[in-house]
């Protein structure tokens, strides 16, 4: 049998919600798009399932009626803030608004997320969906680009990666590899029975000496089960030896705290790992005929390990790139340095403040401290439930000595 010939404008490899996110937005304009993907959805991935407040604002700037759709999905939980654990056991809860008025993030199986953006991008006109299909090579020829998986064969004017953090376009064509000072090694496991959630369905961050500046979550999911994880760096994991199976255990089994959360608590699978291409370093996100979105950019929070947010922004940010690209009839790499640009603009600050963050996670006193503060000095405690939901007073906030005199020398109020 002969090899299976397709040509499409666009090509994208990975159907997860930056590629999906990249589909659905160049199919509002018009182009023919293949959007291809290894696995059959509905399909699992490995994440802590948080959704923060801007994946919604990124679905509702993507128009149509995807953001009312998310909306209906009983699939997943309001969450309206964090609850943050010190080593010592304290815990200060931050309250999530936007714009003024008390606000909410979600959790969500990305089983069923990542299935309902696909499913949506696949209902598109001009976006045909090719499932099951391992890519194994990526060429960029002078007139365009050759994607091959299998017994088929895709070419198109550019094509975008889209494949997580072991992305076969970002390891061919931009010579990406595992930088260990800007990765994270993670573990989830889904629990059925863990007690002991707030009212508001906070997710949680538990920070222990043990496995610091990582830490240790627990996130809320419908009908009584929880998204439990520990996340790590991964030069720390190598300077501290650390087994994380080892230690995800032993913290359940040992810590007081954990201990009565999980006394009647059942895990529903195995522990599964997975790797977090962290921002916080500038990589080429593009190049001749070709740009980089999602996991495969690194674009995923250094401190919190949330990636979801900016995959989708990344995925609607080249469609409009591509738009473009096509207008000009430009797919060079000097033309692609624009969406580089446009995503380190949007980005860069966000991952400079989370590396900030990083570093204080490595000091637990501090952190106990902060703490502390938080819960007793009123004024600490506005601004930085202030910082979780506006980015722009997070990146000042630390350059304000009055926050710093407050912190160190306010009195309990």
Known sequence: MGVEQHTYDVTIIGAGPAGTACAIGLANGGLQVALIDKSVFPRDKTCGDALNIDVANQLALMGGTLAQE??????????????????????????????????????????????????????????????????QQVIVEEAG?????????????????????HSIVAKTLAGQTVDK????????????????????????LHFFKSIAPGYFWIF?????????????????????KLNLRQQLKQLIDSEPLLQERFRHAQPLETVKGF??????????LSG??????????????PFSGEGIGNAIRSGRIAAMHIEKAVAANDFSAAYNKAYDATI????????????????????PQLCNFIIKKANSVGYVRQQLTKALADMDHRGSLFLKPGFYWRLFFGRKE
């Open 70 to 135: 998310f909306a209906a999905l009983n699939s997943k939980v309001a969450s309206y803030g964090i609850k943050v654990f010190g080593t010592k056991g304290d815990s200060f809860a931050i309250p999530l608004y936007h714009k003024g008025q008390k606000s909410c993030g979600y959790v969500m199986p990305r089983l069923d997320f990542d299935n309902f953006l696909f499913q949506y991008a696949k209902r598109q006109a001009n976006v045909d969906c090719f499932e099951g299909c391992t890519v």
């Open 275 to 284: 790797g977090l291409p962290l921002g916080g370093k500038k990589r080429p």
């Open 145 to 165: 680009v050759l994607v091959q998986a299998g017994g088929q064969q895709w070419r198109s004017k550019i094509v975008v990666g889209a494949d997580g953090a």
């Open 344 to 363: 380190y603009q949007k980005m860069w600050k966000e991952f400079k403040i989370s590396q900030v963050l990083l570093r204080m996670a490595k000091m």
């Open 288 to 301: 001749n005929r070709f740009l980089l979105v999602g996991d495969a950019a690194s674009l995923i929070d």
């Open 181 to 204: 000072k800007h990765y994270s090694g993670g573990l989830r496991q889904y629990y059925q029975g863990v007690t002991g959630f707030h009212a508001d369905n906070l997710i949680e």
């Open 220 to 240: 809320p999911l419908p009908d009584g089960r929880a998204n439990v994880g520990i996340g790590v760096q991964s030069r720390w994991v190598s300077r501290k």
